[in-house]
Every structure is written in structure tokens, then in C-alpha cells.
């Protein structure tokens, strides 16, 4: 086959995988979108996927299921949130900004859209316990909330290194009446964490429902964590077209991607919208240095699905480093890899300097302190606003930074903005 042959054949199947997805079509009936995805779980696990999969397809087109779920996002999470017109970075950047507030939520992050929506579905199929990880205690505090709103206990495994560097999202979920576990094993972290709620899950598949923080892992999660994140978009499309029209381009931090492709999913057929996700450049570009999978990842298998991740030439998956704690993942949710493998969603880095430096602004501008994570969509948007000007932006700002107060601590501010006393957090 000739170069040009073989170029436009792959260009004509990249064409049909975006009509799929845009169509519903996927993630497929095996959990697959295009060549990522699937179910790479124990054989002990697999009745239990198959019954949440039954019951993920069952209850998210039912009516009374979606009522129910509405309700609670509207007296509980605090939804719709608003869309602010920000009229201080605007100015700044010669664009036209707006802030999709996913920091107005109740427990301070989009992750709670989520966590509602499995503890509801999990109830519905019988589950009569909770597990669920955490790295920084964000998914982990929304998921313990969630569990004490609908009566089901929950158990929250969290790495020991995480339990030190955030005690106070620890004792947020112990004051909601979870139990952490502190996971010894591995890295001790977010990776660590993950795999100790896996193993919890086979030992209990019937009566345990695992609530996975990310549109990761084996299918049917990252669809369903789509589905439920879906809401930020649909709302934000509705209430930008009503004031303004549509944004010629779309912002959203992607760690495992749950807030990005929330965000995005609405989007996705809207070909004239520029579709951006931006990952943790952390310190640099060197393995180990940042959390950009997307950026600087290869195929391979973790955590039940195949996506983009992070690992080094002997196969081994690679520590990672971000200043956002939510960022600090080297996998991604495969939905991600498939947008960027078809060219549908540019992925680009912001270094942890760049994120400190849009915290300072938006904080300066608007009046709005952002999470650290949310800050890379803003230091991803202000670079393509000055290549785009006039441009009408919209920025997914994923959750609040008063959680971020320890680390942010650490860099002053000064009058231009901040200035670094230690060295950048590890
Ligand atoms: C956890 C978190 C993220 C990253 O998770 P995604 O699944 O990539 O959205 C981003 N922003 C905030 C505020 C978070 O808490």
C-alpha cells in the first residue's frame, strides 16, 4: 500500500470512529473505544461487572432512575452551576472567557456528580456497601458524603503517603462516616489505592459496589462516569448559546479525564468547536517529571482498561508528579486516547508554574480562587487566547482551591504574582 493510500484509509476509519461516538455508538458492546478500553479484569470479578454493566444499561435511560438522580443534583450538589462571564481575564487575555463553576458544587468539585450517581445506582442494584479510592481525598470526601446522604456505608482507600500530605479531607470523610484505610503497599498513593479497592471488590462482588472516582478503568466505568459527568456540558452549552452563542473553543484539566470529557461530551459532533484537555507538565518534560500520559504516554493496560499511561522501557509504570495531588495519575480514562488518536481533542501541558501563575490570576482578576487542577485548563486557555484573539472561550473550572491552601502557602503572593520560597512541591 502506498503512503498516501495507507494516509487516507487511516484518515476514513479516524472519520467513522468520531461519527460512532458521536452517534452513541460507542464505548462498543465490549467496552471499546476504537482499539482502547475493554474489561482486563480477575475472572473472579467478571459476574460482577456483567451485573453492574446490566445495570448501568437498565437504569441510566429509565425515567424514574434519571428523576431521581435530578432531584438530588438540584437540592443537594447545588445544580445547575453557573456559567460566569469572566469579564477580568477577558480584558487581560483580548478574549472572551467564560467559567463553567463546577466549584460552586456541594463538597467543592465536579466529583460529586459522580459519586451521587453511583451511590444512587448502586442502591438500585442491591449493593448494601461502598468501596472507593482516593489520592488527594477529593473523590474520596464526595464519596463519603454521597454514602451518608443515601445510608450505605463506605470504606475509602487511601495511600499512606495521601493520609499524611491531606489530613483534612481525611478527617472531612471520617466526620461523613466513612472508614479510610490507610493502603501500605506499592507507592502508597493513588495507584496503591486503587488496586486495595479492586481486591476489596472480589471478595465481596454481590454486596459491594466499587465507586471509582474517574472515567478510568475496566468497562462499564468510563462510560458511566461519562454519562454522569455529562451534565456539566449539556448545562454549559445551554447556558453559553443562550447568552452569548457557541465558544470557538473548550478548556478542561484532564487527570484520569472525568471533568475534560464531561465537559467535552456535548461537544464532540460540533466540529467548528476546538476541543483542548491539559494535562500536568509538571517540572518538565522527562519521565517522572510531570502526570502528562496523553503527551507523553504509550498503550498499555492498567487498572482494567487499555489506554495511554506512563511507564518506562522495562514495562513498569512510572511515578508520577504534579503540585495538583488530582492530577497526579499515569493512566487516563481510554475515551481520551481515542480523542486524541482520531485528532477530535488537542491534549497540551501546563507546567506546575504555569498553573501557580492562573491560580494568582484568577484569583487577581475574578475573584475566584480555582483548585490547582481547574488552574491548568486556565493556563492552557490564556496561552491559546493570545495565538486566537477575540476568541470566545469557554474553561471547564473542575472544583475550588480553599483545599489547596497547605501547598499554595508555600508561594507567596507578591504584587506581580507569586513567587516560589521552596522548591516546587513534590
Ligand atoms: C480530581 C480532580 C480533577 C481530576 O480528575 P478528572 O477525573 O481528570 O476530572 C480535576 N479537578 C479537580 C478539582 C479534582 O478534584
Known amino acids: 500500500m502506498s503512503t498516501n493510500t495507507a494516509t487516507s484509509s487511516r484518515a476514513a476509519g479516524h472519520a467513522r470512529l468520531l461519527s460512532d461516538l458521536v452517534a452513541g455508538r460507542l464505548p462498543d458492546a465490549r467496552g471499546r473505544f476504537g482499539p482502547f478500553g475493554g474489561c482486563y479484569v480477575p475472572e473472579t470479578l467478571m459476574p460482577a461487572v456483567h451485573r453492574l ?33 469572566a469579564a477580568g481575564l477577558s480584558a487581560r487575555w483580548g478574549a472572551e472567557v467564560w467559567l463553567k463553576r463546577e466549584d460552586l458544587t456541594h463538597t467543592g468539585a465536579h466529583k460529586i456528580n459522580n459519586a451521587i450517581g453511583q451511590g444512587l445506582l448502586a442502591r438500585s442494584i442491591g449493593a448494601e456497601r461502598i468501596v472507593a479510592e482516593t489520592g488527594a481525598g477529593q473523590h474520596g470526601v464526595a464519596a463519603a458524603a454521597a454514602c451518608a446522604r443515601l445510608g450505605l456505608p463506605c470504606v475509602v482507600y487511601m495511600g499512606e503517603v495521601d493520609v499524611e500530605r491531606q489530613a483534612p479531607n481525611v478527617d472531612r470523610m471520617h466526620r461523613l462516616g466513612a472508614t479510610v484505610v490507610p493502603v501500605t503497599s506499592g507507592d502508597r498513593t493513588l495507584r496503591s489505592a486503587v488496586n486495595e479497592a479492586i481486591r476489596d471488590w472480589v471478595t465481596d462482588p454481590v454486596g459491594t459496589h466499587y ?64 476541543l483542548v484537555g491539559v494535562e500536568a507538565g509538571g517540572r518538565g518534560g522527562a519521565l517522572g517529571e510531570n502526570s502528562a500520559t496523553l503527551s507523553g504516554g504509550r498503550p498499555g493496560v492498567l487498572h482494567g482498561a487499555h489506554s495511554m499511561l506512563l511507564y518506562d522501557d522495562d514495562g513498569q509504570i512510572q511515578e508520577t508528579h504534579s503540585v495538583s495531588a488530582g492530577l497526579d495519575y499515569p493512566g487516563v480514562g481510554p475515551e481520551h486516547s481515542l480523542l486524541q488518536m482520531i485528532g477530535r481533542v488537542d491534549y497540551v501541558t501546563a507546567s506546575d508554574e504555569e498553573a501557580l501563575d492562573a491560580v494568582a490570576e484568577c484569583c487577581a482578576a475574578e475573584g475566584i480562587l480555582p483548585a490547582l487542577e481547574s488552574a491548568h485548563a486556565i493556563a492552557g486557555a490564556r496561552r491559546w487566547a493570545a495565538e486566537n484573539p477575540g476568541a470566545r472561550i469557554l474553561i471547564g473550572l473542575s472544583g475550588r482551591g480553599d483545599k489547596d491552601m497547605p501547598i499554595l502557602r508555600r508561594f507567596p503572593v507578591t504584587s506581580t504574582g507569586v513567587e516560589e520560597t521552596a522548591h516546587a512541591a513534590s
Open 211 to 274: 465507586l471509582l472516582g474517574s472515567a478510568v478503568g475496566p468497562h462499564p466505568y468510563p462510560y458511566l462516569v461519562r454519562e454522569l459527568q455529562s451534565v456539566i456540558g449539556r448545562e454549559a452549552k445551554a447556558q453559553l448559546t443562550a447568552r452569548a452563542g457557541m465558544p470557538d473553543a473548550v478548556f478542561a484539566c484532564v487527570g484520569g479525564g472525568s471533568n475534560a470529557i464531561g465537559l467535552f461530551h456535548e461537544f464532540i459532533g460540533d466540529e467548528d468547536v476546538a
Open 53 to 85: 454493566t446490566e445495570g448501568v444499561y437498565r437504569l441510566l435511560p429509565d425515567e424514574a432512575f434519571q428523576q431521581r438522580l435530578n432531584e438530588e443534583l438540584q437540592d443537594w450538589v447545588g445544580r445547575p452551576t453557573s456559567l460566569t462571564r
